[in-house]
């Protein structure tokens, strides 16, 4: 009926496995026969043998017919229901040999015979009850050895599938995490904005509006570069000095904000809202709390095979404002994990005799680096 699959015939996922073990199984069968072949021939002409054609048409009969019969075993040979068990499977294989191997006789033995009558000739053999069980007992030996061979390319088709599997089971799953962490991130952004926006507006007013408009700038900017877990250094700078000014305008004469950025490593590829995440931190902890100037240092540079990344204040102290263990740096450093594992780091330290610095270390992309 139509919708319905015959039972004889190969799923699609059965099909597709055994596209990727049917090259190496039908070599390996291929060069058997010929060996088989040419070993035939050469005791053929050792026995004063005169016709070379005679053992070429045993050994060719023979490699037919057990070619057919092979393949009508697809459907058990590709069952990877029980690779798992290896005697369940090579019990399924062996279950039918004794009928296969009636086949086998069966059908060889006809082709021999009708061929030789077509020629006017006789073929002669030994008793048929001898010739059963020495050509069941090959059959038995031959297919024994292939159920080992494509056995074993199964099991390692499988773990490789497996292991592909994983991997992008993996990635995907870091991908999912990576996407919760950057989406984490803009409610948080969002927050510390307004609340910029809200002790501007008791101050001045004016003041407050210019803010608003910056603040648009550097929400479309956060917005784009949101829809990705990475960026160029440049593109998160433009977001950064965005952010920069805003919080300056809040901040009026309590923070000077040096650059230091080489051209070397504008390209590279740095997590999004990365260096705002940090800049956060030292507004939060350090400026916010102080009513004298604050410098802060934003510098990037290239060194030994990696993009070093800081922000260093002249004023702040880890121990005494918990700088560092906050959700901002948190999220970042998970997100570092998940987009680096262990060629990233996040490290923050005191400097003498007060300020705190922050230093970001990213594998180097050299295929990324400005020339």
């Not at 005679?54 to 058990?76: C, D, H, M, Y």
């Not at 002249?314 to 005494?320: K, R, S, Y």
């Not at 959700?327 to 262990?342: A, C, E, F, K, T």
Request: with cysteine; aromatic share 10%; hydrophobic share 45%.
């Amino acid at each position: 009926m139509a919708g319905h699959q015959q039972s004889g015939d190969l799923t699609m996922e059965e099909k597709s496995y055994w596209v990727k073990i049917k090259k190496p199984v039908l070599a390996g069968w291929f060069l058997f026969w010929i060996l088989m072949i040419t070993v035939a021939v050469q005791d053929h002409l050792k026995g004063g043998g005169q016709h070379i054609w005679e053992p070429i048409f045993w050994e060719s009969s023979s490699a037919l017919v057990g070619t057919l019969l092979l393949l009508l075993q697809r459907r058990r040979l590709t069952d990877r229901r029980l690779l798992q068990t290896p005697a369940k499977w090579f019990w399924q294989q062996i279950l039918p040999l004794p009928l296969l191997s009636t086949a086998f006789v069966v059908a060889v033995y006809g082709l021999r015979h009708a061929l030789y009558a077509m020629l006017g000739l006789r073929y002669q053999h030994d008793g048929w009850i001898k010739v059963y069980f020495y050509e069941c007992s090959k059959i038995f030996l031959f297919f024994g050895m292939f159920y080992v061979v494509i056995f074993g390319l199964q099991a390692y088709a499988s773990l490789l599938e497996e292991k592909e599997n994983a991997e992008k089971s993996q990635a995907l799953l870091r991908n999912a995490q990576l996407h919760r962490l950057t989406q984490q991130m803009q409610p948080h952004f969002l927050f510390n904005v307004l609340n910029t926006i809200s002790s501007l507006m008791y101050t001045d007013v004016k003041l407050a509006d210019s803010a608003l408009s910056q603040i648009a700038t550097l929400l479309r900017a956060s917005m784009d570069l949101g829809k990705h877990s990475e960026t160029s250094l440049a593109d998160e700078l433009k977001l950064l000095q965005a952010y920069a000014k805003l919080m300056s305008l809040r901040f009026i004469d309590r923070v000077e904000i040096n650059w230091d950025i080489a051209d070397e490593v504008l390209a590279c590829k740095v997590p999004v809202m990365s260096l705002q995440t940090i800049l956060e931190n030292s507004f939060k902890h350090t400026v916010e709390k102080r009513s004298q100037l604050t410098h802060i240092k934003i510098s990037a540079y290239r060194e030994t095979g990696q993009v070093i990344l800081r922000i260093e204040d002249d004023a702040g102290h880890l121990q005494e404002n918990g700088q560092g263990s906050g959700v901002g740096i948190s999220n970042l450093r998970q997100r570092l994990q998940v987009l680096y594992q262990d060629k990233a780091s996040l490290q923050l330290r005191d400097l003498t005799p007060s300020g705190v610095i922050t230093e970001l270390r990213l594998p180097l992309d050299t295929g990324s680096v400005a020339r």
